[in-house]
């Protein structure tokens, strides 16, 4: 019988190579009620200190990247059980001038009302609007602008945006994060229409009473509807709009 060749993994090395660097930077994304905003961190390390950057940080060694990318939220932010969706692997060879330094981006959706704010002060992080985000170091303009390309396509197609809002919410609130999102307005009667036909909201009785026009009723998403038909297409925005 022949007996194969037992080889001690512990031991074995990959001669030669040079070893990198492999981090997660996290593209954090949330809604204030009018406005689109993101969430970034002023370093107080080299290299680049003092300037913008995303939230970031290293694999471990004994860490998968979605459960590196979710610890990394966290300890911006505070939250669990957060979308967050893998983007793309950044790999220039000069990105980082410390060390050579692969990054995969992620973007994550969060209610911006939920996060523990004084956490994220600690880490030096604020909230910027789209509109008025400052320099980013390294490729990390590039990451957020690729983000928001493919948060746009995919809102367009798929519930994503409730991701972005408090429990119960009015029609208008809805439509406003949509308007937020693309830059642009839409229709109310079409958009109020494409979205009660969707069937994921529940209608709870309430009204907004905070609301300075009209009170609108207040609804919550049928979340087990949500779970059941996210990759389900329901075309939230007109066609041709993305």
Request: a negative charge; proline letters at 3%; one cysteine or more.
């Given at each position: 019988?022949?007996?194969?060749?037992?080889?001690?993994?512990?031991?074995?090395?990959?001669?030669?190579?040079?070893?990198?660097?492999?981090?997660?930077?996290?593209?954090?994304?949330?809604?204030?009620?009018?406005?689109?905003?993101?969430?970034?961190?002023?370093?107080?390390?080299e290299?680049?200190?003092?300037?913008?950057?995303?939230?970031?940080?290293?694999?471990?060694?004994?860490?998968?990247?979605?459960?590196?990318?979710?610890?990394?939220?966290?300890?911006?932010?505070?939250?669990?059980?957060?979308?967050?969706?893998?983007?793309?692997?950044?790999?220039?060879?000069?990105?980082?001038?410390?060390?050579?330094?692969?990054?995969?981006?992620?973007?994550?959706?969060?209610?911006?009302?939920?996060?523990?704010?004084?956490?994220?002060?600690?880490?030096?992080?604020?909230?910027?609007?789209?509109?008025?985000?400052?320099?980013?170091?390294?490729?990390?303009?590039?990451?957020?602008?690729?983000?928001?390309?493919?948060?746009?396509?995919?809102?367009?197609?798929?519930?994503?945006?409730?991701?972005?809002?408090?429990?119960?919410?009015?029609?208008?609130?809805?439509?406003?994060?949509?308007?937020?999102?693309?830059?642009?307005?839409?229709?109310?009667?079409?958009?109020?229409?494409?979205?009660?036909?969707?069937?994921?909201?529940?209608?709870?009785?309430?009204?907004?009473?905070?609301?300075?026009?009209?009170?609108?009723?207040?609804y919550?998403?049928?979340?087990?509807?949500?779970?059941?038909?996210?990759?389900?297409?329901?075309y939230?925005?007109?066609?041709?709009?993305?």
């Amino acid at each position: 019988m022949e007996v194969s060749e037992s080889v001690n993994l512990e031991k074995t090395t990959y001669n030669g190579e040079a070893k990198l660097f492999v981090a997660i930077d996290c593209i954090i994304f949330g809604f204030d009620g009018e406005n689109l905003k993101l969430l970034l961190i002023k370093r107080n390390f080299e290299p680049e200190k003092g300037k913008w950057s995303l939230m970031g940080g290293f694999v471990r060694e004994n860490e998968n990247l979605e459960d590196g990318s979710h610890r990394i939220l966290n300890e911006l932010t505070g939250l669990e059980n957060v979308y967050m969706e893998q983007m793309q692997t950044y790999g220039g060879v000069e990105r980082d001038p410390l060390a050579r330094t692969l990054s995969i981006s992620y973007f994550a959706l969060i209610n911006i009302h939920d996060h523990d704010k004084e956490l994220a002060l600690s880490k030096n992080g604020f909230w910027f609007n789209l509109d008025n985000v400052p320099d980013l170091i390294f490729d990390h303009s590039e990451m957020v602008d690729k983000a928001l390309a493919h948060l746009r396509y995919k809102a367009a197609l798929h519930p994503l945006g409730f991701e972005l809002l408090p429990d119960k919410f009015t029609i208008p609130q809805l439509q406003k994060l949509y308007e937020a999102i693309y830059d642009k307005q839409l229709d109310r009667r079409n958009f109020s229409r494409k979205i009660l036909s969707t069937q994921l909201l529940i209608d709870t009785g309430e009204k907004n009473e905070g609301g300075s026009t009209k009170k609108a009723i207040l609804y919550k998403l049928d979340k087990e509807k949500y779970n059941n038909q996210f990759n389900d297409f329901h075309y939230f925005t007109p066609k041709g709009f993305v």
